[in-house]
């Protein structure tokens, strides 16, 4: 089975059955915590992975690791993924629940590509930029390239606000190449 249908379906009843207990805002924040320890401590995935570990014993590392910090229905969650063989998809699920979470909060992800860090303010501008004009809130994912020149690139979704020098660069590249050199100033 696909990884994406894999994902949308435990996503998507996470968020079905927070919104029904009305937990949403909690699930989203424990759910959080364990995507944060697992993107951090690999260890705890290739554990979780290994074979010679039944399920009952992976479940019982689990309890161990959040039990005392998330909700009982985040660890069930954990538990239901794992007894079903669906290990190697947590992170993946809890990512997309996250989205689908914040999305009916009004606040959606965007990655914001960069060459080099910027300042906070830099960033808090932008989104609220992007909300003025969608009027959607924003949290981003930074992702700096040294190769990239400068400005910025903002992927929301499948839309792509292209921002940075290499774009404009491009740019003045086609208009060159497409203008008559009288019309740009060059044997006139």
């Not at 992170?91 to 629940?97: P, R, V």
């Given at each position: 089975m696909s990884v994406d249908i894999v994902t949308d379906k435990y996503s998507t009843a996470i968020f079905e059955l927070a919104q029904e207990q009305q937990i949403l805002e909690q699930m989203e924040t424990d759910l959080s915590y364990v995507k944060e320890v697992m993107d951090t401590q690999p260890e705890l995935g290739t554990l979780l992975l290994y074979p010679a570990l039944d399920a009952e014993a992976k479940c019982n590392v689990l309890a161990k690791i959040f039990g005392e910090a998330i909700n009982t229905m985040a660890l069930n969650?954990?538990?239901?993924?794992?007894?079903?063989?669906?290990?190697?998809?947590?992170?993946?699920?809890?990512?997309?629940?996250?989205?689908?979470?914040?999305?009916?909060?009004?606040?959606?992800?965007?990655?914001?590509?960069?060459?080099?860090?910027?300042?906070?303010?830099?960033?808090?501008?932008?989104?609220?930029?992007?909300?003025?004009?969608?009027?959607?809130?924003?949290?981003?994912?930074?992702?700096?390239?040294?190769?990239?020149?400068?400005?910025?690139?903002?992927?929301?979704?499948?839309?792509?606000?292209?921002?940075?020098?290499?774009?404009?660069?491009?740019?003045?590249?086609?208009?060159?190449?497409?203008?008559?050199?009288?019309?740009?100033?060059?044997?006139?």
């Open positions: 969650t954990l538990f239901v993924m794992v007894k079903r063989g669906r290990i190697r998809y947590i992170q993946s699920a809890i990512a997309e629940f996250i989205n689908k979470a914040r999305e009916a909060r009004g606040i959606f992800s965007a990655t914001v590509t960069v060459s080099e860090a910027m300042p906070d303010e830099i960033y808090t501008q932008l989104a609220d930029k992007l909300k003025a004009i969608t009027g959607k809130q924003y949290i981003f994912t930074i992702k700096v390239d040294p190769k990239f020149l400068g400005g910025f690139i903002i992927q929301i979704g499948d839309t792509r606000i292209d921002a940075s020098l290499m774009r404009r660069m491009e740019d003045l590249k086609k208009y060159l190449l497409k203008s008559d050199t009288t019309e740009i100033g060059v044997n006139g």
